[in-house]
């Protein structure tokens, strides 16, 4: 077996600070717990910031300091969005992390060393290309989360999981021609403040500070003082003992949620927290071959009342529904639709917290890159163009023509509210009888009457060579309209530019006379 472990040094940090704007970066970040530091990042530390300080002094060693609060739960949204990735890769995927991050104890001053995901990776090493391209690959997909990795592998599960907790650079696993002796002679050298941090201060005055100096005691007397436990996990680490996994699967519904670093007054700003969920979305949907049919965010707003000029309590939650005209796997695109309606829409109130969920989703891999564009992809281009337009300036100020089983061409298209599902397609619309022939693209919205001169139509004083027809028509007598029958023919002009035309059968009503009329109708391109 050869299993991979991602480590995350930083996730209480990373988790919290994901959604600070771009005036706070570079800021020196520290999370509290009880009114002491819990983590620092570099900056902080570099300022002198360290772990279990008073507040009131991190501040004064550095007073532009962001200080936020732990939050278990927080991180526990975060280690599933990574868990999502790595089933994209293997259905073997176990948590690296030990029970008190995953929700079975709150309290953040316990968090453990190991924070991270197992997954085993020996059987799909070949439809990867080998350990390295899975690597390349696996670090690419968790990119857009916005999280520190480190990687390594090795033929048991808890000495990856120590491996990458130690060192990062064991990406391609304990090296020699025996993998299971490379791997014990490595994890001679990890301190036990990884293998056991609950246990770390009795070991480190007795002298021991890695697990070399731990495998040198005698086992029974390790065993009557630090119970069977510690060395249960030194035997599973060096694969001298089985190892029982809980494997993870993908929940049928996504849903996650972040608290937002500040307060958000505008849709910028609650777009910068929206990017990090959308992420997440599309994390999810990969290692279920899954593509978003609907999703929704929710904006959670301040929980004391505030009320609007007309005296009615603000909500406290907006819901905005984006749902894509076709099943999207694109996240550029689903990112687009959401900032213009985003920006179409006003803020009750300050948002704190954002939620997004998605229920409604359909199978199906993401479709294959073309080298060269097909009719397929231009389509695809159109639609997404005109749902731009419609996230932007609504559904109502986007409309396209549509067909009506009418033969008269004034009467045969109607304006409507584009559909971007059916940008493209040709709509079938059965009508009873025979279309005309040729018509053109250009029609006049009111026919043109046309002076005759000897049984001939005239346009703008010069006769008009007639050069197809006629194509009949008898249509219209069901409604107020009245019956249109007429003789269409294709005519050129003496520039010529191919018109449409043709003349009233009966009298025309119109006119009010007994003689029949040429009218203008349409002009080809």
């Given at each position: 077996?050869?299993w991979?472990t991602?480590?995350l ?6 988790s919290w600070?994901?959604?600070r704007g771009?005036?706070q970066?570079?800021l ?6 009880a009114?002491q530091?819990?983590h620092?990042d ?12 008073k ?17 278990v739960r927080?991180d526990v949204q ?8 790595a089933?994209a ?6 948590w ?10 709150t309290?953040?001053a316990?968090s453990p060393?190991l924070?991270g995901?197992?997954l ?5 090493l070949?439809y990867?290309g ?6 390349d690959?696996l ?8 999280h ?9 599960a ?14 391609l696993?304990?090296p ?11 994890l001679d ?5 990884l293998l056991a941090p609950?246990?770390?201060?009795a070991l480190?005055?007795?002298?021991l500070?890695c697990?070399?100096?731990?495998r040198?005691l005698?086992r029974?007397g390790?065993?009557r003082?630090?119970?069977p436990e ?9 694969g ?6 809980a494997?993870?699967t ?6 996650s949620r972040?608290?937002?670093l ?6 910028a700003?609650v777009?910068?927290g ?11 949907a990969?290692?279920?071959q899954?593509?978003?049919v609907?999703?929704t965010?929710?904006m959670?707003?301040?929980?004391r009342r505030?009320?609007d ?9 907006t819901?905005?529904e ?11 695109h689903l ?15 300050p948002a704190l917290?954002?939620s ?20 397929a ?9 005109v ?11 986007v ?6 089983p009418d ?7 109607r304006?409507?509210s584009?559909?971007p599902?059916?940008?493209?397609a040709?709509?079938?619309?059965h009508?009873?009888?025979k279309?005309l ?5 250009w029609?006049?919205?009111v ?8 049984q ?5 004083g010069?006769t008009l060579?007639l050069?197809a027809g ?5 249509s ?17 002009t ?7 035309i043709?003349?009233h059968?009966?009298?025309?009503p119109?006119?009010?006379s007994?003689?029949?009329?040429w ?7």
């Open positions: 077996m050869l991979i991602l480590h040094p930083a996730l209480s940090l990373e600070a994901a959604t771009p005036e970066a570079g020196p970040l520290a999370l509290l717990h009114q530091v819990l620092a570099a900056l902080a530390q570099a300022c002198g910031v360290r772990t279990g300080m507040r009131a002094t991190a501040l004064a060693l550095a007073p532009d300091l962001l200080l936020g609060v732990a939050d927080r975060a280690l599933r969005a990574v868990a999502h990735v089933l890769f293997s259905p073997s995927v176990a690296a992390t030990p029970a008190e991050l995953r929700g079975v104890n309290n953040p316990h060393a924070v995901v197992q085993e990776v020996q059987s799909c070949r990867f080998g350990l390295p391209a899975l690597l690959r670090r690419a997909a968790l990119a857009p989360l916005g520190q990795v480190r990687i390594a592998s090795a033929p048991t808890l000495g990856a999981s120590l491996l990458a907790a130690w060192r990062d650079d064991l990406a696993g304990p020699g021609p025996d993998p299971m002796q490379g791997l014990q002679g490595l050298a990890v301190p036990l403040a609950d246990l770390q201060p480190q005055a007795m002298g500070h697990l070399a100096d731990l040198a005698p029974a390790l065993a003082r630090f119970g510690l060395l249960a996990k030194v035997d599973r680490a060096r001298q003992a089985p190892e029982a996994q494997w993870l993908l929940p049928q519904r996504f849903a972040i608290e937002l500040c307060r958000a007054d505008t849709s700003q777009l910068a929206a990017q990090l969920l959308l992420a997440r979305l599309m994390v999810w990969a290692a279920r899954a593509r978003i609907r999703f965010l929710v959670h707003h301040e929980t505030r009320r000029p007309c005296g009615e309590d603000s909500p406290g939650q819901t905005l984006i749902a894509p005209a076709e099943p999207a796997t694109d996240a550029g990112l687009s639709l959401l900032t213009e309606r985003l920006g179409r829409l006003p803020l009750a109130a917290e954002l997004l969920h998605c229920a409604q989703w359909c199978a199906g891999e993401p479709p294959n890159r073309e080298l060269f564009a097909s009719q992809s231009e389509r695809e281009g159109l639609a997404r163009l749902e731009r337009l419609q996230a932007r300036l609504g559904p109502a100020q409309q396209s023509l549509a067909a009506v033969h008269r061409p004034e009467c045969g298209t304006w409507q584009a559909d599902a059916r940008l493209g040709q709509a079938a619309v009508v009873h009888g279309a022939a040729a018509q053109p693209l029609l006049l919205p026919p043109r009457a046309l002076v005759e001169r000897g001939g139509p005239l346009l703008d010069r060579q050069l006629p194509d009949r028509l008898e219209g007598w069901w409604d107020a309209q009245g019956p249109a029958v007429r003789d269409y023919f294709i005519a050129r003496a520039s010529g530019t191919l018109v449409w043709y003349r059968r009966l009298p025309d119109e006119a009010g007994g003689e029949s009329g009218y203008l109708q349409g002009l080809f391109a």
